[in-house]
C-alpha cells in the first residue's frame, strides 16, 4: 500500500514539473515574438494634406504608409486611422473632394 502511494506521488510531482516547464516554454516563446514588434523609438507626425483631383482615399493612404517607417502598419488600417481623424470621412463613406484638407498622422523611426 505504502510503495502504490509513493508511485503515486512521484507521478503527480512529474505531472507538476511538466506542468511548469510548458507554462514556462510559453511564456518565453510569447516573449520572443512580442519582442519582434518594437520596432525602436518613434515620433508621431501631425500632417495635412489638401486633395487634389482624381485623389482617392486609398491613393492618398499609400503615399502616406510610405512615410511610416515606425512601424508595420497595413493599407486598411492605415486608411481607417485617417478616417478617424477626419470624422466627415466617415459621413462620406470615404469619398475625398478637391480642395477638402485631411489630417494625417503617421509614425517615423528616430
Known amino acids: 500500500m505504502e ?25 518565453i516563446g510569447t516573449a520572443v515574438m512580442c519582442a519582434g514588434f518594437y520596432d525602436g523609438p518613434q515620433k508621431l507626425v501631425e500632417d495635412t494634406y489638401t486633395v487634389r483631383e482624381g485623389d482617392t482615399l486609398w491613393d492618398i493612404g499609400e503615399a502616406y504608409l510610405k512615410k511610416n517607417t515606425g512601424g508595420r502598419r497595413y493599407i486598411l488600417e492605415y486608411i481607417e486611422g485617417i478616417k478617424e481623424l477626419n470624422p466627415e470621412l466617415v459621413k462620406s463613406e470615404g469619398q475625398v473632394y478637391p480642395g477638402q484638407v485631411l489630417r494625417i498622422n503617421y509614425w517615423v523611426a528616430e
Open 3 to 27: 510503495d502504490a502511494k509513493q508511485k503515486a506521488l512521484a507521478k503527480a510531482k512529474k505531472k507538476a514539473i511538466l506542468l511548469r516547464a510548458a507554462v514556462c516554454a510559453a511564456l
